[in-house]
């Protein structure tokens, strides 16, 4: 089946920093999904991003299909942007998501 | 909101026990997907349903079992368990031709 590597696995961010994180996948995607866990273990829909680059306030993302890779990128960064980002594909529509590891950030006031 | 709903939150059991988790999907989405997300496993996909049939299967045990009801809502029964079943057990749907899923809040499982 299809491999998802993020990295790095652990973030420590002082607040108002800016960082980056990568998905790396084995296969061509249809589905490309990035999820924010928060400390109650809540699954949070940042980004269906298939390919390009979409914003969300602070947050953005940029999925580059032929190369198989995703970039989510945190700016000025919060103490609520704790927890373990996730990055998640289908490789077709439908199908059920394969997730990475996840990146644990850790933002210190 | 996601508009997935997941109950109970919380479910504290014994070993050698059964419990049934219950999953609504949003409104409209014919898909739903079980997901087990574990401290040494990570978040591994269980079982797939679209429309009351079943779809897909992933890495679920035997002792596992789930279904998709007329009205859609799904539910997943556990039995025989054991300690190492203690996970948060997630629930995610889908609509037709649309990929994104939502997810529900969790059950989160503990076996003692």
């Known amino acids: 089946g299809i491999q998802v590597e993020q990295s790095p696995p652990d973030l420590i961010l002082q607040e108002g920093a800016n960082s980056t994180l990568r998905c790396n996948f084995s296969?061509?995607?249809?589905?490309l999904q990035w999820f924010h866990q928060n400390p109650w273990g809540q699954l949070i829909n940042l980004f269906y991003?298939?390919?390009g680059t979409k914003q969300n306030g602070r947050l953005s993302a940029t999925t580059v299909a032929t190369e198989r890779y995703s970039l989510l990128y945190i700016s000025s960064s919060q103490t609520t942007d704790s927890g373990v980002y996730f990055c998640?594909?289908?490789?077709?529509?439908?199908?059920?998501?394969?997730f990475g590891g996840g990146t644990r950030v850790l933002v210190k006031p | 909101d996601s508009g997935v709903t997941q109950t109970p939150k919380h479910l504290i059991t014994a070993t050698g026990q059964r419990v049934t988790l219950r999953c609504s999907p949003r409104?409209?989405?014919?898909?739903v997907y079980w997901y087990q997300q574990s401290l040494d496993q990570g978040l591994q996909f269980l079982i797939q349903?679209?429309?009351?049939?079943?779809?897909a299967k992933g890495n679920i045990l035997e002792r596992f079992s789930a279904q998709q009801f007329p009205d859609l809502h799904s539910e997943l029964n556990l039995s025989s368990l054991e300690l190492g079943d203690s996970a948060l057990y997630f629930c995610?749907?889908?609509?037709?031709?649309?990929?994104?899923?939502?997810f529900g809040q969790g059950t989160r499982l503990t076996v003692v």
């Open positions: 998640a594909v289908s490789r077709a529509a439908g199908n059920k998501l394969t």
């Open positions: 995610a749907s889908s609509g037709t031709g649309v990929t994104e899923a939502f």
């Open positions: 409104s409209g989405d014919l898909s």
């Open positions: 296969d061509s995607v249809n589905n």
């Open positions: 349903y679209y429309n009351g049939e079943e779809r």
């Open positions: 991003i298939p390919s």
